[in-house]
């Protein structure tokens, strides 16, 4: 006779669930859990976890999943502006982060972009270019958002 992994039919026990199998519901059954972990999870962590659950409820893409070439929309934060003002080649460089991974965004022939600040939320599209083995969108269109 070949074993099927369940309990026979004539068994006492056989379709019940006794207490050892059965797992806590109620109300508050994730509740210290979830509490306990955003206490003692690394707040980078929980940060990038929030930036990509938001991102992923607004329908915009996720910087991870990008490739070279594609038209990508993708909402997060930046994590750093840095403007270079040299005459010749004025740039204003900005590392862009959604929760998933970073995407260097450039805007070529700027030396200020009012609203673009380290820490502000916005939601770009541009297509995904390769620049020393890094993402990066070069003159995105953006939209600035509010900080939440």
Do not use: Q
């Amino acid at each position: 006779m070949a074993f099927t992994g369940g309990n026979k039919t004539g068994s006492p026990t056989a379709g019940k669930a006794g207490p050892e199998s059965s797992s806590k519901s109620g109300p508050d059954s994730g509740y210290f859990r979830r509490l306990g972990r955003r206490l003692t999870a690394d707040l980078d962590v929980l940060d990038a976890e929030e930036l990509a659950e938001t991102s992923e409820a607004s329908g915009a893409s996720r910087a991870a999943e990008c490739h070279r070439g594609e038209e990508v929309t993708i909402l997060g934060r930046l994590r750093s502006v840095e403007a270079c003002p040299k005459a010749a080649n004025a740039t204003v460089e900005a590392e862009f982060f959604d929760g998933t991974d970073a995407v260097t965004l450039v805007w070529i022939g700027r030396r200020r972009i009012p609203g673009i600040e380290t820490g502000r939320r916005i939601l770009v599209r541009g297509r995904i270019g390769d620049r020393d083995g890094t993402k990066v969108i070069y003159n995105p269109y953006y939209e600035l958002r509010e900080n939440s």
